[in-house]
């Protein structure tokens, strides 16, 4: 089918992938150039409203289009299951991990904060005329930042945030941005199941105990546990334990699963930070891009600093902040 597209895009003059995005706009079609170059390669497979539009900017005459849908529905039927795939952004910068496909759901994953906890928080009633939904939520400071951040990279995207017990079946078709560890979040526990991980986040014994995270590999099992100090009668935090993860979605492979977990609350924010802050996330991202390269299957534990309680994004080129990454085809 690609190769036959290709053929049509000859006879209609080789137009340039910009002049096809930009006739598809003048006919009320989507055809961005980097899905439209995925196509023709054939590295994807087209959804049947694009390679409808392919075909009416290729000037394929609309008696014919019949046998191409035809043949676009064998093609699905027979053909190997759409991997995930992250978009080449159209002005030519680097990739970014937070840019998704076009038209394709993007569901932000969080745990409810548990009722001991949501009675001690004023406005955290549903009859109260001051009720705050987001309260209910764990980690908001990194469900704000992430949501803003996936907002503003893909502004046509239908973007939505939930709590676990909040998910329909159909959320679970889009690429997940799963937030929290499994104390709170389900979500978190049972995709570790699922997505064989080599690296396992430990129950809190308490709600201030957490033994940290432990990495089983070839090289035996190891712990990266947080840092604490006693300063003046009072248990600060110095040192968190942060995990990043991005791989195929196993419930549609067509889209990613990317998982954000510290130990505690200032190490969800870092891992949801590692990535996206200025400056320091573009050279992070360029990191990962060297080392992982076509995988799409990859993860990271890091060490984020935590001062006087503000929080220092971790710094992957630094090899103090790295403790554990690994990586596998898919």
């Known amino acids: 089918m690609a190769a036959l597209l290709r ?6 003059g080789n137009p340039s992938l910009r002049d096809i995005e930009r006739l598809g706009e003048k006919l009320g079609h989507a055809l961005p150039r980097s899905t439209v170059a995925g196509v023709l390669a054939g590295r994807r497979a087209p959804r049947r409203d694009l390679l409808l539009a392919l075909l009416a900017v290729l000037g394929v005459p609309e008696g014919d289009r019949a046998a191409w849908t035809s043949a676009w529905e064998k093609a699905v039927a027979d053909g190997p299951e759409e991997r995930a795939e992250v978009p080449e952004p159209a002005d030519g910068a680097a990739p970014d991990i937070w840019r998704f496909p076009p038209d394709e759901p993007v569901v932000i994953v969080c745990g409810r904060v548990p009722e001991s ?13 001051d009720y705050v939904d987001l309260l209910t939520y764990t980690d908001q400071d990194s469900l704000i930042h992430l949501y803003g951040h996936i907002r503003s990279l893909n502004p046509d995207h239908d973007v ?33 199941s699922a997505l064989h991980l080599p690296v396992k986040i430990s129950q809190r014994q308490s709600e201030a105990d957490w033994p940290g995270l432990e990495v089983v590999d070839e090289d035996g099992t190891r712990w990266f546990g947080p840092v604490f100090g006693d300063e003046y009668g009072t248990r ?14 196993p419930l549609d492979r067509r889209r990613t699963i990317t998982i954000c977990a510290g130990g505690y609350a200032r190490g969800t924010l870092a891992a949801a930070r590692c990535l996206t802050v200025p400056g320091l996330g573009p050279a992070n991202q360029a990191y990962l891009r060297r080392r992982v390269g076509g995988n799409r299957h990859f993860g990271f534990v890091a060490r984020a600093v935590v001062i006087d309680r503000m929080l220092v994004t971790p710094d992957l080129t630094d090899p103090g902040h790295r403790l554990y990454e690994w990586m596998r085809p898919e």
């Open 160 to 192: 939505k945030f939930a709590m676990t017990s909040d998910l329909q079946p159909t959320d679970y078709a889009s690429h997940l941005v799963v937030i929290g560890g499994s104390d709170f979040n389900p979500v978190t526990r049972d995709m570790y």
């Open 117 to 129: 906890r949501i009675s001690n928080f004023e406005s955290s009633d549903p009859q109260d005329p």
């Open 236 to 249: 600060i935090l110095h040192e968190d334990v942060i995990l990043f993860f991005r791989g195929v979605n």
């Open 7 to 12: 053929q049509c895009r000859v006879r209609a």
